[in-house]
């Protein structure tokens, strides 16, 4: 995907403390060269929700659309964790990502689905056809082995986001609390 498409996605964003330790995390794994690869910069972490699609330029109608959706989902703050390190794919450039922790699944799972239903009933068009995998990328490269944290990396979800991203850059266009 080229950096000039624009790409809008609901998502979660880490805490402060959270996003540092993920970049800890990012810089210990580095050191150990258990990934060779682009590593992303520790701003653009987050745990995608449902991804809306690339555009040369986001229609406005979209936008008002997603928001409208959003503004009716309801959903109880949670905990996440993230606990795994994975590759998708065994390939160069493979996206490289922290999963969630089995506990969390169902209420990453139910934010979802409930911001999927939302989307639907405002008809936006939105990405379909693969099972939601909850994961935050850290890097593109090539991950020598998977492996389990020695600890966690946990926070608490009290808000989603509407984010942009385009020319490298992620901007949040709205945020909505649990």
């Known amino acids: 995907m080229t950096e000039d498409r624009q790409r809008l996605f609901f998502a979660l964003l880490p ?46 109608t979209t936008l008002a659309a997603a928001r409208m959706a959003a503004d009716t989902v309801r959903a109880a703050p949670f905990r996440l964790a993230l606990d795994r390190l994975d590759s998708f794919e065994r390939r160069r450039h493979a996206p490289c990502v922290l999963h969630a922790a089995g506990a969390c699944e169902p209420d990453l799972q139910a934010l979802f689905a409930a911001i999927v239903a939302q989307l639907a009933l405002q008809n936006v068009p939105m990405e379909t056809g693969r099972p939601y995998v909850p994961h935050l990328t850290l890097a593109y490269g090539e991950l020598q082995a998977p492996c389990v944290l020695q600890a966690p990396i946990e926070w608490e979800v009290r808000e989603f986001v509407l984010r942009l991203s385009a020319h490298g850059q992620h901007q949040t266009i709205a945020t909505w609390p649990l």
């Open 15 to 60: 805490t402060p403390a959270a996003r540092a330790a993920l970049a800890r995390v990012a810089a210990d794994l580095r050191a150990a060269h258990v990934l060779r690869g682009r590593w992303l910069d520790p701003g653009k972490y987050h745990v995608t929700l449902p991804f809306l699609g690339a555009f040369d330029a986001v229609p406005e």
